[in-house]
C-alpha cells in the first residue's frame, strides 16, 4: 500500500474562531463585580458539597481580587473596551489585553471553554474539504498550538462537536516547534494572513486542488 503525503493545518482561524471577545467581555465584567465585593452571596442551606465548590470559586475570585487592589491593575483593565475586538481578526496572542503574563495565561486557564470549544467555525464548507481530502487524498494533521493543558480536552471537543475526522491533531507546547520537513504543504493563517478561512473564500479549495494536482505528478 502506497503511504500518503500529510498536510498540516492550523486549526485557529482556518477551522476555528477563538471566543476571545465574549469570553472578555465576560471575564471583565466578572472581575469589577467581584472587586467590588458583589458576586459573593452565603446561603445556610448549602450542601457540603455546594460550599466546596464555592470555595473553589472563592479562590479564583481571590486571585482577582487582590490583583484589583493594585489601582494600575484596576485602571489598566477599566480602560480596555472587549467592543474593539475583532474576533475574525488573525491574532498572534491575546497577551495585549491583560496586565501582564501572569494574568494572560490566568484568563486563558480560567477560560479555555469559552474561547476555544463555544466558538463558531471559520467555514463549514472547508470543514467537508478537510473530511474529503482525508478520505481521499492526504493524511490531515491538525495542529493547535497549546499554553495551557485546558485547550487540548476543548479542542477534541469543538472538532467532535463539529465532525472533524483527521488522521491526527498534534498540539504544540511553547518552545516547541513543527517539523514542516515531515509535512507535503502546511496552511497556517498565523504566519500568512491569506490562509485566513471564510465562508465565501474560495482560497482554501484552490489551495486543496493545488495539492491533489502536484501529488498526482
Request: aromatic share 16%; net charge neutral; proline share 2%.
Amino acid at each position: 500500500m502506497e503511504s500518503r503525503k500529510k498536510v498540516g493545518i492550523y486549526i485557529d482561524y482556518s477551522i476555528r474562531i477563538p471566543s476571545f471577545k465574549s469570553s472578555y467581555t465576560i471575564f471583565k465584567e466578572s472581575l469589577f463585580k467581584d472587586h467590588y465585593g458583589l458576586s459573593k452571596v452565603v446561603d445556610e442551606d448549602f450542601t457540603e458539597k455546594e460550599r466546596e465548590s464555592n470555595l473553589q470559586n472563592d479562590n479564583v475570585r481571590f486571585f482577582w481580587d487582590n490583583q484589583m487592589k493594585d489601582k494600575d491593575v484596576t485602571m489598566f483593565y477599566s480602560k480596555l473596551s472587549p467592543s474593539k475586538i475583532k474576533d475574525r481578526e488573525v491574532v498572534k496572542t491575546f497577551s495585549n489585553w491583560f496586565y501582564n503574563e501572569e494574568h494572560y495565561r490566568k484568563f486563558i486557564d480560567e477560560y479555555s471553554f469559552n474561547v476555544y470549544s463555544d466558538c463558531e467555525v471559520a467555514s463549514k464548507k472547508d470543514v467537508d474539504i478537510i473530511n474529503i481530502a482525508q478520505s481521499e487524498l492526504f493524511d490531515i494533521t491538525l495542529i493547535d498550538e497549546v499554553i495551557s493543558p485546558r485547550k487540548i480536552s476543548n479542542t477534541f471537543h469543538f472538532l467532535s462537536k463539529n465532525r472533524l475526522f483527521p488522521q491526527s491533531v498534534l498540539f504544540l507546547y511553547e518552545k516547541q516547534e513543527l517539523n514542516k520537513d515531515s509535512y507535503f504543504a502546511i496552511w497556517n493563517p498565523k504566519e500568512n494572513l491569506k490562509h485566513r478561512n471564510a465562508d465565501k473564500s474560495e482560497l482554501f479549495l484552490n489551495w486543496m486542488k493545488d495539492l491533489e494536482t502536484k501529488n498526482k505528478q
